[in-house]
């Protein structure tokens, strides 16, 4: 019983979490400081040879947004389909 009420919540929990669809960098904003890299909880993010960021692992984004939050230059976009759906129109 105990386990069937766990399945249900951790269902219901990842059921809840964002479907994250891309995290864009738009490089000439981008100036390789690393702090969405450093500040980012599960491993997404790394530096390309030219320090720019890019999601290296994106299946492990949690839609935090701790990356967009700190980057200095509002460089880094994560999209979300509840934010792709906002923006046709949607709730
Ligand atoms: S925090 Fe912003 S400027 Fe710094 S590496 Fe990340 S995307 Fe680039
Ligand atoms: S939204 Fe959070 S988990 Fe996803 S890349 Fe940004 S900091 Fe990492």
Redesign the pocket.
């Known amino acids: 019983m105990a386990k069937e009420a766990k399945e249900a919540r951790r269902a219901k929990t990842s059921s809840k979490r964002p479907k994250v669809v891309s995290i864009d960098?738009y490089k000439a904003?981008?100036?390789?400081?690393?702090?969405?890299?450093a500040f980012c909880p599960k491993d997404v993010?790394a530096?390309d040879e030219e320090?720019?960021?890019y999601p290296k692992n994106i299946e492990a984004c949690i839609a935090c947004m701790q990356?967009e939050l700190?980057?200095?230059?509002f460089?880094?976009t994560v999209m979300t389909e509840e934010r792709l759906n906002l923006g046709k129109g949607g709730r």
């Open positions: 960098v904003w981008c100036k390789g400081c690393g702090i969405c890299v993010l530096q320090g720019h960021a990356c700190r980057c200095p230059d460089a880094i």
